[in-house]
């Protein structure tokens, strides 16, 4: 069971490049998130996603795209880099059910992006 | 909308010493609360949470209490030691959904 795995762990792009950050969790979750932290910002929710075909957005989802076609999966997405997208991402993921919001969420490793 | 808030860091503390980061929410409804400890290069885990007014989480020393009518979740440690070093974050997850509002984290530096 390796829970939630991230890849790749670093990369870096240069500004209008476009990339895939992807997540993978094994646990059978219906509910996935993709985060940002950026310092003294703590994170701030990007998409989330409340299982397969359905996707919604959170708090910063401007520049990224995201689709859900399996449970398994929830990539991320990068249109036209920038360096404002320059952060470290996690994905999470939950179980559902009627009291969703009493759960844990289980945050994968993180990927570490430098945009140039 | 929904926010959180809590102490800005970095608290310097000796081994031994006894911890409390503040930490208050604003929220309709009745959220569940959350710390998360991030340790240097890691991901985020879960460290405990409470998901009614007046529950008790706690795990590895640490506790915190759901005070409705002071909206707070303060996180206490009665005896610090260096191993919890980490990054804590203070988040709530609103009714019904299953997404969490953070706050910004406090880092906590325990010296030996």
């Known amino acids: 069971n390796a829970g939630v795995t991230q890849t790749p762990k670093f990369q870096v792009l240069k500004t209008g490049q476009s990339m895939t950050l992807q997540c993978a969790q094994d646990m059978n979750h219906e509910y996935m998130s993709w985060y940002r932290q950026d310092p003294g910002m703590g994170l701030r929710l990007i998409h989330y996603s409340v299982g397969a075909g359905i996707t919604d957005q959170g708090e910063v989802p401007n520049g990224y795209n995201v689709s859900r076609s ?12 920038a360096p404002s997208q320059t952060s470290v991402y996690f994905c999470a993921s939950s179980p559902a059910g009627g009291t969703a919001y009493q759960e844990t969420q289980y945050f994968g490793p993180g990927t570490r992006l430098l945009v140039l | 909308g929904d926010s959180v808030t809590q102490m800005e860091g970095p608290v310097t503390l000796s081994e031994e010493a006894f911890l409390t980061i503040n930490c208050t929410y604003t929220a309709t409804g009745y959220p569940s609360l959350f710390w998360y400890v991030q340790y240097p290069g890691e991901g985020l885990q879960l460290l405990l949470k409470a998901t009614k007014a007046d529950d008790k989480g706690s795990n590895k020393g640490f506790e915190a209490t759901y005070r409705k009518e002071t909206t707070s979740f303060h996180l206490e440690k009665g005896s610090v030691q260096v191993s919890d070093s980490a990054v804590y974050f203070c988040a709530l997850s609103a009714s019904g959904y299953s997404t969490l509002t953070f706050g910004k984290g406090t880092m906590l530096l325990v010296s030996p």
């Open chain 1, 70 to 81: 399996t449970t398994e999966d929830f990539p991320l997405r990068l249109l036209s880099a």
